[in-house]
Nanobody
């Protein structure tokens, strides 16, 4: 089985910073794209940032210039550095990874359990 375990959420004042981490473990042959999504109360889950295995990144317009996604392939871990946080960034943040569990099986997406980020004004 594959597990994604997130950490680093919490409560912070507006303008502050947090760093989220997500470590993948279990039966893993290769990790392709990794990303962070978030879901605020009453809203749909949305993509925040994603990074390919080679390091190419893309960001939601709302976080460009404030958030930075990175990954350590040797540790099977993806990070999200969040600076200049705003109250509207408050949400549950979920890690997602496209993972191959063997050479012959097609990859599929896996989700972490989510970590709460709350930004007070």
């Amino acid at each position: 089985q594959v597990q994604l375990v997130e950490s680093g959420g919490g409560l912070v004042q507006a303008g502050g910073s947090l760093r989220l981490s997500c470590a993948a473990s279990g039966r893993i042959f290769r990790i392709n794209d990794m990303g962070w999504y978030r879901q605020a109360p009453g809203k749909q889950r949305e993509l925040v940032a994603a990074v390919t295995r080679g390091g190419s990144t893309n960001y939601a317009d709302s976080v460009k210039g404030r958030f930075t996604i990175s990954r350590d392939n040797a540790k099977s871990t993806v990070y999200l550095q969040m600076n200049s946080l705003k109250p509207e960034d408050t949400a549950v943040y979920y890690c997602n990874a496209d993972i191959e569990i063997s050479r012959v099986m097609q990859s599929r997406g896996y989700w972490g359990q989510g970590t709460q980020v709350a930004v007070s004004s």
